[in-house]
């Protein structure tokens, strides 16, 4: 069965330093994998999908993922923090090859100091 | 703004009454998902259209949830004879065809008293 983990409920990081949140997936087959963002009273966005094209993945604000097969892990990473990058980020698994259902992990809350 | 809209954003009921959800999608849209988001949680998936037709439900989906999309323009999402486990957010989603990208809505607040 599909899922995903995210390994950090909360992360803490100051503006202008790298951030890291990393997930972890299980799959029985080759995954379509997303990354959305959560900003307080806003709807979910998305950042960037990995669908079995290039294993770095580019997505929007700077967000980059890259798809590590061979440890099952879909890591994101920004290489300068900003204030307005603080939200909660959701790794997703796609159930099924047609996006019709989607599984995400638990989340990572990402705080970003002055 | 040409978003996905929900209504309401919030809604206190007591236990054991009937709320209903309405969502908007996107005009061109012909997917349309609920979700649902308790605190701490990632949204768990309840069920999906294609344009009118429910192609999907999950098995959080009891009896007292139905879900419609006449027209296969807005869908509403009815709980009937609500629980206190019932209060989450409940997150409405649309898309084009197979994209993979889901835009979503900012959601409805159920809290039941």
């Known amino acids: 069965a599909q899922s995903v983990t995210q390994l950090d409920s909360h992360v803490s990081v100051s503006e202008g330093t790298p951030v890291l949140l990393r997930c972890n997936y299980s799959?029985?087959?080759?995954?379509?994998l997303f990354w959305y963002v959560q900003h307080p009273n806003k709807g979910l966005q998305l950042l960037l999908k990995?669908?079995?094209?290039?294993?770095l993945v580019k997505g929007i604000n700077g967000f980059e993922a890259e798809f590590k097969k061979s440890e099952t892990s879909f890591h994101l990473t920004k290489p300068s923090a900003h204030m307005s990058d603080a939200a909660e980020y959701f790794c997703?698994?796609?159930?099924?090859?047609?996006?019709?259902?989607?599984?995400f992990g638990a989340g990572t809350r990402l705080a970003v100091h002055p | 703004d040409t978003g996905v809209s929900q209504d309401p954003r919030h809604k206190i009921t007591k236990r054991g009454q009937n709320v209903t959800f309405r969502c908007d999608p996107i005009?061109?849209?012909?997917?349309l998902y609920w979700y649902r988001q308790t605190l701490g949680q990632g949204p768990e998936f309840l069920t999906y259209?294609?344009?009118?037709?429910?192609?999907?439900k999950s098995r959080l989906l009891s009896d007292r949830f139905s879900a419609e999309r006449p027209k296969g323009s807005f869908s509403t999402l009815e709980i009937q004879r609500t629980e206190q486990g019932d209060s989450a957010m409940y997150l409405c989603?649309?898309?084009?065809?197979?994209?993979?990208?889901?835009?979503f809505g900012e959601g409805s607040r159920l809290t039941v008293l």
């Open positions: 005009s061109e849209h012909n997917r």
């Open positions: 990995y669908t079995s094209a290039a294993t």
């Open positions: 259209f294609q344009n009118e037709a429910q192609l999907e």
């Open positions: 997703v698994v796609s159930l099924s090859g047609g996006y019709n259902k989607l599984i």
């Open positions: 799959s029985s087959y080759s995954p379509s």
């Open positions: 989603a649309s898309s084009f065809q197979n994209t993979g990208e889901l835009f």
